[in-house]
């Protein structure tokens, strides 16, 4: 099946700095990317998507300057998260989607735990 | 706005027994909904999808259910053990083709 893989797994830096976490499709092309934050006992929300080549979409509330998502290939999406605060720390997770036009699943990676100190 | 719901924050139910997680949607007819198990510090798995005109699907151990009048979704698992202890998500496709999860059921199975 479909895999997707995030790094790193797990990071913690002081507050102020900017952090990378990076989301990969491992076995196909993924046109479209999704970005979600989950904070502890919450669902998943949907921060951005993002579309190979093109500007990533956020969702209403979400700081396009404070989280950067950058699509560059059909098998890399970056999230940077700049000048982290304590509040942004949470559990990132990204999913991927193929191109196919009747492809309806996404398939998540493992997750990303920030801790911002 | 449309809104995908899931009442149970917990369940606890005995080994061997029936789960079964409700998913509720307001003001809007999903075409599918998803449903995903997700264990603590992991992403969330694909585990079934249902189509507004199918009334029910199972795979293995699990079964779900789509009543479109009642604008509802059952996930059911059979038989339940230890093991599917976690927290299950129902999902819908939004109208700009994003998934938008529910709130989440967090199943516990005692031996």
């Known amino acids: 099946g479909a895999v997707v893989s995030q790094h790193p797994s797990w990071v913690i830096c002081k507050s102020g700095t900017s952090v990378k976490i990076e989301c990969r499709s491992l076995?196909?092309?993924?046109?479209?990317m999704f970005w979600y934050r989950q904070f502890p006992k919450q669902s998943l929300m949907l921060m951005a998507t993002?579309?190979?080549?093109?500007?990533?979409?956020?969702e209403q509330g979400v700081e396009k300057d404070k989280f950067l998502i950058n699509h560059a290939s059909l098998t890399l999406s970056t999230l940077t998260v700049t000048s982290a605060h304590p509040e942004d720390s949470s559990f990132y997770i990204c999913?991927?989607?193929?191109?196919?036009?009747?492809?309806?699943?996404?398939?998540f990676g493992p997750g990303t735990r920030l801790t911002v100190t | 706005s449309q809104k995908i719901e899931q009442n149970s924050e917990a369940l606890n139910i005995q080994e061997g027994k029936t789960a079964t997680l409700t998913c509720n949607y307001t003001?809007?007819?999903?075409?599918?909904l998803q449903w995903y198990r997700q264990d603590p510090g992991r992403g969330p798995v694909f585990l079934l999808l249902i189509r507004e005109n199918e009334k029910e699907k199972r795979k293995e151990r699990l079964k779900v259910t789509f009543d479109t009048t009642l604008k509802q979704s059952l996930f059911h698992i059979t038989a339940s053990q230890p093991a599917d202890s976690a927290t299950y998500l129902c999902a819908h496709y939004s109208s700009a083709s994003k998934i938008i999860f529910g709130s989440g059921t967090r199943l516990s199975i005692r031996p």
């Open positions: 999913s991927a989607r193929e191109g196919t036009p009747k492809s309806y699943e996404q398939y």
């Open positions: 003001n809007y007819s999903p075409a599918y």
């Open positions: 076995d196909f092309q993924a046109t479209t």
């Open positions: 993002s579309n190979e080549g093109s500007k990533a979409t956020y």
